[in-house]
C-alpha cells in the first residue's frame, strides 16, 4: 500500500512542469489586462484611421459611423462605447493629428547641432509633412468644420503646430545663451522662420491642389529660409 501512495505521488520534476504549464495568480490578470489593453487600443487607432480617410474623402457630413465602423472592422456597438457621437470622433481625428506632427519633429532639434544642421532638418521634415495629400485634406477639413466646431481648430493648434513652435524657440534660446545667434524674441523668431519655410509653398499646394512637391523643391526653399533666418539672427 505504501509503494502504491508513493507512485501516485507527483515527482520533483512533473511539480516543475506543472508549474510552467499554470501561470502565477499575480500575474495572469496583469497579462490579461494589457493585452485587453493593447487590443482595445489597436480598435481605437483603427477607428481613427478610418475616420480620418473618409472624413478628408467625403467631408465630414456626408460620413456615416457605420461606414467607419465598417472601413475599421468594428461593430457600431464597439464603436460607440468609444466614440459616442461624430462629433467625438472628430475631435480625436484633431488631437491625434496634431500630436503626431508634434512628436513627428519632437527629436530632430538637438542642443549640440549647429543652427545650419538643426533648422535645415526640422525645416525638411516639416515642410514634406505640410504637403502631403493627406496633411492638404486633413487642413480643408478643418476649415470646413471651423463654423460648426470653432474650438477645433485652436485645439488642432495647441497640441500640434504651437507645440512646435514652441520647440523651436527653446532651441533657439539655446543657441543664443551659447553665443551662436544674437539675443531675439524667441518666439517671434520662430515664427518667422517657419513662415520662410512653409507659407509660400504650403499655400501654393493648398490653391493649385497639387501635393507632394519633389525632394530637390523642398531642400531648395528650405536651404533659401535657412539662409536668410541665419543673415539676420547669427552671430
Same mark, same amino acid.
Given at each position: 500500500?505504501?509503494?502504491?501512495?508513493?507512485?501516485?505521488?507527483?515527482?520533483?520534476?512533473?511539480?516543475?512542469?506543472?508549474?510552467?504549464?499554470?501561470?502565477?495568480?499575480?500575474?495572469?490578470?496583469?497579462?490579461?489586462?494589457?493585452?485587453?489593453?493593447?487590443?482595445?487600443?489597436?480598435?481605437?487607432?483603427?477607428?481613427?484611421?478610418?475616420?480620418?480617410?473618409?472624413?478628408?474623402?467625403?467631408?465630414?457630413?456626408?460620413?456615416?459611423?457605420?461606414?467607419?465602423?465598417?472601413?475599421?472592422?468594428?461593430?457600431?456597438?464597439?464603436?460607440?462605447?468609444?466614440?459616442?457621437?461624430?462629433?467625438?470622433?472628430?475631435?480625436?481625428?484633431?488631437?491625434?493629428?496634431?500630436?503626431?506632427?508634434?512628436?513627428?519633429?519632437?527629436?530632430?532639434?538637438?542642443?549640440?547641432?549647429?543652427?545650419?544642421?538643426?533648422?535645415?532638418?526640422?525645416?525638411?521634415?516639416?515642410?514634406?509633412?505640410?504637403?502631403? !495629400?493627406?496633411?492638404?485634406?486633413?487642413?480643408?477639413?478643418?476649415?470646413?468644420? $471651423? #463654423?460648426?466646431?470653432?474650438? *477645433? %481648430?485652436?485645439? @488642432?493648434?495647441?497640441?500640434?503646430?504651437?507645440?512646435?513652435?514652441?520647440?523651436?524657440?527653446?532651441?533657439?534660446?539655446?543657441?543664443?545663451?551659447?553665443?551662436?545667434?544674437?539675443?531675439?524674441?524667441?518666439?517671434?523668431?520662430?515664427?518667422?522662420?517657419?513662415?520662410?519655410?512653409?507659407?509660400?509653398?504650403?499655400?501654393?499646394?493648398?490653391?493649385?491642389? !497639387?501635393?507632394?512637391?519633389?525632394?530637390?523643391?523642398?531642400?531648395?526653399?528650405? $536651404? #533659401?529660409?535657412?539662409?536668410? *533666418? %541665419?543673415?539676420? @539672427?547669427?552671430?
Amino acid at each position: 500500500m505504501g509503494k502504491r501512495l508513493k507512485e501516485l505521488q507527483p515527482s520533483a520534476t512533473s511539480k516543475k512542469s506543472a508549474a510552467r504549464r499554470i501561470p502565477s495568480p499575480s500575474k495572469a490578470p496583469a497579462k490579461a489586462a494589457a493585452r485587453h489593453d493593447a487590443r482595445t487600443e489597436q480598435l481605437i487607432q483603427r477607428l481613427l484611421d478610418a475616420a480620418t480617410r473618409l472624413f478628408i474623402e467625403k467631408g465630414y457630413d456626408a460620413t456615416s459611423m457605420g461606414e467607419i465602423s465598417s472601413l475599421a472592422r468594428a461593430s457600431k456597438e464597439t464603436f460607440y462605447r468609444h466614440f459616442p457621437t461624430k462629433e467625438d470622433l472628430l475631435r480625436a481625428v484633431v488631437i491625434r493629428r496634431a500630436e503626431m506632427i508634434a512628436e513627428d519633429v519632437n527629436d530632430i532639434l538637438a542642443d549640440d547641432d549647429s543652427p545650419a544642421q538643426a533648422l535645415t532638418e526640422f525645416g525638411e521634415r516639416i515642410l514634406t509633412r505640410m504637403t502631403t !495629400k493627406e496633411t492638404l485634406g486633413f487642413h480643408r477639413l478643418l476649415g470646413m468644420s $471651423k #463654423e460648426r466646431f470653432p474650438d *477645433f %481648430l485652436q485645439l @488642432y493648434r495647441a497640441a500640434g503646430p504651437y507645440r512646435v513652435r514652441d520647440a523651436v524657440a527653446r532651441y533657439l534660446d539655446l543657441q543664443i545663451a551659447a553665443g551662436k545667434l544674437r539675443p531675439m524674441n524667441a518666439l517671434v523668431a520662430a515664427r518667422q522662420f517657419f513662415d520662410l519655410v512653409a507659407a509660400e509653398m504650403v499655400i501654393s499646394a493648398n490653391l493649385s491642389g !497639387k501635393a507632394n512637391p519633389t525632394k530637390a523643391d523642398i531642400r531648395q526653399r528650405v $536651404k #533659401e529660409a535657412v539662409d536668410c *533666418f %541665419l543673415h539676420g @539672427y547669427a552671430t
